[in-house]
């Protein structure tokens, strides 16, 4: 009895492994040969599909690429495009590929999730995108004809007006936003190619708010400015340049009659343009005269420019603003009393023949240097005229060539700057004691054109001098 009972426990156990066998079987079988869950091809489900019922699924909810663009006041359709020409891609090799991946996987993997796999398409990518950007200029140029009858949005608007500060309301318009709805289309397109896409064309809205700006330019024009050039400086209240204009998302549009204006007189106070001659009393008592053509003392400020300069260095909020915009291509002077305004402010009288430099403050001497200037045994005598200091610097490493054509490299402690040519007042300790302030020496032992000061004085010089000082060169060199 024992033993039958054995015998058909076992026959039960063999018949529940075969069950369940055949089970497994049909299982492996069911999934090598249906699409996992979660497999689409371009938004199709085919998931628990065999190859067959996948390829009947997909062609009948194949949908050709279009788009609507409804607007949204009146639910209108704004355009519309249907895709006709974009080739379908070889959709049932790429299934029966995927078939045969999922076989493979499932020797080793029980892991279904279909993200491992390459994405299934029914469209080819590159030939809808190629048809999109064919289509955005037509699209695009029929958007804004729509938009040509339709309201533009108004931002706010800062006015000035009389000195005084209001702001404009915003109002809003009905103008598509042209580019934001050529994008949207595209976007969703490429996203969703086997779909009929439907949108609604976004509208220009209001950007930008006033009101900062507005408080802003309200606490500007109570302020005072001072501008500056060579030396020369005016200070005035802002509310007298600007006056009247407006300030938009686009940027300020300010009336510039008033800074034309300040501009026109700080020309006419400061500026030395438009003389034949110039004649000099030097600090010695001793007259001399050149022509306009030397120098670069004469300058005067571009008014347009300098203008524009001007209120463009308030408005960003600068209360000192140093001039940038001159006028010397034709380096002249114009003023009769030019060489009171030289004689009574501080400057620099460059003596050639005696070799000597004069540092001219408060009307007296308060430095004399013997000097050694340019040699004219090549013609590179320093040149006489009315020049500026153009800037300061310490130290500096000259270059340059020798009367013999070598090239020199020298270290200059200290220089200051005349003309853009490379005309400097500086610091020489290579030149000989006995050379400097020794007319007789520079012929043959001259400079290549600059002023050389022996070190010491140089240093004094240096600490005493200021950036669009006078210099006057005269003399025989």
């Not at 998302?249 to 343009?273: C, E, M, Q, V, W």
Request: glycine share 6%.
């Amino acid at each position: 009895m024992q033993i039958n009972k054995k015998r058909k426990l076992a026959w039960r156990l063999g018949i529940a492994c075969l069950i369940l066998g055949i089970l497994v079987i049909q299982q492996l079988y069911y999934q090598s040969t249906h699409f996992w869950t979660n497999t689409t091809i371009d938004n199709i489900n085919i998931s628990h599909l065999n190859y067959q019922e996948a390829v009947k699924k997909i062609e009948k909810q194949r949908v050709t690429p279009s788009y609507t663009i409804n607007d949204l006041q009146n639910k209108k359709v704004l355009a519309s495009k249907k895709f006709n020409n974009i080739p379908v891609t070889d959709y049932e090799t790429q299934l029966k590929y995927r078939l045969t991946e999922q076989r493979n996987r499932l020797w080793w993997s029980i892991n279904h999730n279909t993200k491992q796999f390459k994405a299934l398409t029914l469209y080819k990518k590159s030939a809808l995108l190629s048809a999109i950007k064919t289509d955005q200029p037509s699209l695009q140029k029929h958007l804004e004809a729509i938009n040509a009858s339709r309201t533009m949005p108004q931002n706010e608007k800062v006015m000035i007006q009389d000195g005084k500060v209001s702001l404009s309301s915003a109002h809003s318009g009905n103008q598509i936003s042209v580019n934001q709805t050529v994008e949207k289309v595209s976007d969703k397109l490429l996203n969703t190619p086997n779909k009929h896409v439907e949108i609604t064309a976004p509208l220009l809205s209001e950007t930008w708010s006033g009101k900062t700006t507005a408080k802003k330019i309200r606490l500007l024009l109570k302020k005072q400015f001072t501008f500056r050039a060579k030396g020369h400086q005016i200070t005035g209240q802002v509310s007298d340049l600007i006056e009247n204009g407006t300030i938009s998302k686009d940027g300020p549009s300010i009336d510039l009659k008033p800074a034309y204006k300040f501009i026109k007189r700080f020309n006419h106070k400061y500026t030395l343009s438009g003389a034949q001659n110039l004649t000099f009393t030097t600090v010695q008592g001793k007259q001399v005269s050149f022509s306009n053509a030397e120098g670069t003392l004469g300058w005067s400020l571009n008014t347009d420019s300098e203008a524009q300069h001007l209120i463009q260095s308030l408005l960003a909020g600068k209360n000192n603003v140093s001039a940038k915009n001159f006028n010397q291509a034709n380096q002249t002077l114009n003023q009769k009393n030019w060489h009171k305004k030289i004689a009574n402010s501080d400057h620099i009288e460059i003596d050639l023949t005696h070799e000597r430099l004069y540092l001219v403050q408060n009307q007296t001497v308060a430095q004399k240097i013997r000097i050694n200037t340019g040699s004219p045994k090549i013609n590179i005598a320093t040149p006489t005229g009315a020049y500026f200091i153009k800037f300061k610097i310490a130290p500096i490493t000259m270059r340059g060539y020798e009367k013999n054509g070598e090239p020199y490299k020298s270290y200059v402690p200290q220089a200051d700057n005349l003309t853009d040519d490379g005309i400097f007042i500086h610091s020489a300790p290579w030149v000989q004691a006995s050379v400097f302030g020794n007319p007789s020496q520079r012929y043959n032992h001259g400079s290549n054109g600059c002023i050389n000061v022996p070190p010491k004085d140089m240093v004094k010089l240096y600490q005493k001098t200021t950036v669009d000082e006078p210099v006057i060169i005269y003399g025989q060199g």
